[in-house]
T-cell receptor, first 110, second 112 residues
Framework: GEDVEQSLFLSVREGDSSVINCTYT??????LYWYKQEPGAGLQLLTY?????DMKQDQRLTVLLNKKDKHLSLRIADTQTGDSAIYFC??????????FGKGTRLHILP | EAQVTQNPRYLITVTGKKLTVTCSQN?????MSWYRQDPGLGLRQIYY???????DKGDVPEGYKVSRKEKRNFPLILESPSPNQTSLYFC???????????FGPGTRLTVL
């Protein structure tokens, strides 16, 4: 069935890199997204990647896409306490329905 | 200010008492969507609308209704709420379904 899988928790030391992984099911997905949810707030788009790209970099964020394995990752360089949040991977399937993963809670260790 | 608003932000109700959660956006977006967020289940799409008078079921539409009579508004209706609809609800809108979704602040609903 349609599903987006993510690990639920990740702990990283401040200053290290965080890598959040996601696998998706629809090989025809044209856009894949990373959203961030801070405590008590709605989701905000962090970045996205178009399916014909392998990599996208935006300041401290790097998105890698492996279409063959249907694997998407988000790397946050020099992780800061403000990066503590839940990160959701999402894909569009069948052109209009959006599927979110369960979210990865990123915890920053001092 | 460009935003998505939801009302109410918090609601406690009883089983079977009809309720409506309103959602409004001021960005002239075509695509609007309702999600529920539950611990361990992440965000699941309830209904979405590609444009005025066009609505479609998401992953978990049972027990919910929506309408899209105007572009800016997309109310979520629970005709006969049940305790399993206790959840955190988010409305979102985007220019089209491919574009960045802007989320409302959320509505925390408790059904006793």
């Amino acid at each position: 069935g349609e599903d987006v899988e993510q690990s639920l928790f990740l702990s990283v030391r401040e200053g290290d890199s965080s890598v959040i992984n996601c696998t998706y099911t629809d090989s025809s997905s044209t856009y894949l997204y990373w959203y961030k949810q801070e405590p008590g707030a709605g989701l905000q788009l962090l970045t996205y990647i178009f399916s014909n790209m392998d990599m996208k970099q935006d300041q401290r964020l790097t998105v890698l896409l492996n279409k063959k394995d249907k694997h998407l990752s988000l790397r946050i360089a020099d992780t800061q306490t403000g990066d503590s949040a839940i990160y959701f991977c999402a894909e569009i399937i069948r052109d209009d329905k959006i599927i979110f993963g369960k979210g990865t809670r990123l915890h920053i260790l001092p | 200010e460009a935003q998505v608003t939801q009302n109410p932000r918090y609601l406690i109700t009883v089983t079977g008492k009809k309720l409506t959660v309103t959602c409004s956006q001021n960005m002239n977006h075509e695509y609007m969507s309702w999600y529920r967020q539950d611990p361990g289940l992440g965000l699941r799409q309830i209904y979405y609308s590609m444009n005025v008078e066009v609505t479609d079921k998401g992953d978990v539409p049972e027990g919910y209704k929506v309408s899209r009579k105007e572009k800016r508004n997309f109310p979520l209706i629970l005709e006969s709420p049940s305790p399993n609809q206790t959840s955190l609800y988010f409305c979102a809108s985007s220019r089209t379904h491919y574009n960045e979704q802007f989320f409302g602040p959320g509505t925390r609903l408790t059904v006793l």
